[in-house]
């Protein structure tokens, strides 16, 4: 049986990653879900200044090697493992390392720009888009890259500013068109509804219903989606 494919994406801050989370561990975490995130797979521009690279719109499809990701995903879901490469955010560079990730019987994509190409579209089978509304996504964006990315609140507006919301309006909304669940980050009720039917039909399609590993799909309402 071929691995069955979800992609969860959503705008920046939107929570996709912490719906992402909840989804891979209550389908048994690595036992049972290979996770790739679009994130991994930014090109390599080592070849350009710090200054230079500070200055890439990292926002737009092209900034990001999503053929690779495609042929990952195909590799992955035809059992072979496949070497996910790892992205320095700090330095804006792709260090020669990679991550081994082997075959499971769902594979699970996250990213902002995933649903964006349709050839990358094609390859998941359920999809869902997670949105929230862009003050709640700017404040958790500054949060992050201040903290995780040792950005200033100044550099994380400017590029918002210049970058990040303008991508947002141009590529991220309109591919919402394209999922078969939207979920509000902030409705708390709608989201572990959306999580239980997620994980539900995964288990279903995936023969996961009785593999020790899988747990009964849970969501901290503390944490910020």
Do not use: W
């Not at 090109?43 to 350009?48: A, P």
């Not at 042929?71 to 955010?89: I, M, N, R, S, W």
């Not at 804006?92 to 190409?117: C, N, Q, W, Y």
């Not at 990358?120 to 999809?127: A, G, N, W, Y």
């Amino acid at each position: 049986m071929p691995a069955i494919t979800i992609g969860i994406a959503g705008g920046t801050g939107a929570g996709k990653t912490t719906l992402a989370k909840a989804v891979y561990e209550a389908l048994g975490s690595d036992s049972n879900v290979a996770y790739l995130c679009h994130d991994s797979y930014y090109r390599d521009i080592t070849h350009l200044t710090i200054d230079e690279r500070a200055q890439t719109n990292f926002d737009h499809p092209d900034s990001l090697d999503t053929d690779l990701l495609i042929q990952h995903v195909q590799q992955l879901k035809g059992g072979e493992a496949v070497p996910v490469p790892t992205y320095d955010f700090t330095e804006h560079a792709r260090p020669s390392e990679v991550t081994m990730v082997a075959p499971k019987k769902v594979v699970l994509v996250e990213g902002i720009l995933i649903f964006s190409d349709k050839k990358l579209v094609d390859q998941l089978d359920v999809k869902v888009f997670v949105e929230a509304d862009s003050d709640i996504r700017l404040m958790r964006r500054i949060s992050r890259d201040t903290v995780e990315r040792g950005r200033s609140v100044d550099e994380v507006m400017s590029q918002y500013l210049s970058t990040v919301r303008p991508m947002h309006e141009e590529f991220v909304e309109p591919s919402m068109r394209r999922a078969d669940v939207v979920v509000h980050s902030l409705d708390g009720n709608s989201t572990s509804v959306a999580l239980q039917m997620i994980v539900n039909h995964v288990k279903n399609e995936a023969g996961l219903e009785d593999i020790a590993g899988v747990d009964k799909p849970s969501l901290d309402q503390k944490d910020e989606l």
